[in-house]
């Protein structure tokens, strides 16, 4: 017990310095999380998402599981994605855009069909993917290619725009408004290169125009049968190797 009687001012003054202990306290336990170790090292890492950012905070790469797949980046401000829904790696450029990514997957689903699939692509500057990498497997069924494309001069946020804006609209108004976007926009992306394995089992290399169309086409089918097409713009071939039979 006290031997002296507690007055209203050391009531004061008690309340006044425990409220300093406690922000000392606090701010002791700050300058610990600021001040602690630069460079961490685990020999294992739980995680369900990884955000690699900059110094000055523009994120630049994201490693996520399925739930945590990002939207789409732009300029550090992230926008609902479509049908992105897949784990993977997603790069972004020095100005916190994407760029690029890789993401993969695969499952027997419930009739015991093995599926698998695999896609790593580049992007042009503020655009869609300009190379990709994939392969696909669907039972018994499996494909692999190599495509180049040329992606339209717009930035790609202007189509995002206008996706927002029409989601809501009837699907033949929404294929009207982004046909006259495209048209006035410098044309959709066009398909130059593609090289790869189809389901069928033949394997081919494309070569098109810069409007996309097919012009040279080197192909051995899944019996060995090879063939060697040029084609018109119009697609009608103008010249085959071996020499088509004449009908």
């Known amino acids: 017990m006290s031997r002296f009687p507690m007055t209203s001012g050391s009531q004061r003054f008690l309340t006044i310095y425990s409220g300093v202990l406690t922000a000392v306290f606090a701010v002791t336990m700050l300058s610990g999380f600021v001040d602690a170790p630069k460079k961490l090292s685990v020999e294992q890492l739980d995680v369900q998402r990884i955000n690699l950012r900059e110094p000055d905070g523009t994120l630049r790469l994201v490693v996520s599981n399925t739930d945590k797949a990002p939207g789409i980046y732009i300029k550090n401000k992230e926008y609902p994605h479509p049908s992105r829904k897949t784990a993977g790696m997603i790069f972004l450029n020095d100005e916190g ?19 698998s699939y695999g896609h790593l692509s580049f992007d042009a500057y503020e655009q869609d993917q300009t190379l990709t990498l994939d392969a696909s497997q669907d039972g018994d069924a499996h494909s692999n290619r190599i495509t180049l494309i040329d992606q339209p001069p717009f930035p790609i946020l202007e189509l995002i725009q206008l996706l927002e804006q029409i989601k809501n609209l009837p699907p033949e108004e929404q294929t009207r408004r982004i046909e006259a976007f ?31 169309r097919p012009r040279l086409l080197l192909m051995v089918a899944a019996d060995g049968t090879p063939k060697v097409q040029t084609l018109d713009e119009n697609g009608k071939v103008t010249g085959e190797l071996p020499v088509a039979a004449a009908h």
């Open 97 to 115: 855009t994407e760029n690029g990514g890789l993401i993969f997957g695969g499952e027997k689903s419930a009739d015991g069909t093995k599926q």
């Open 182 to 212: 495209y048209a006035s926009h410098g044309g959709k992306p066009k398909t130059r290169m593609s090289m790869g394995r189809g389901q069928d089992g033949t394997v081919g290399l494309g070569m098109m125009d810069a409007q996309g």
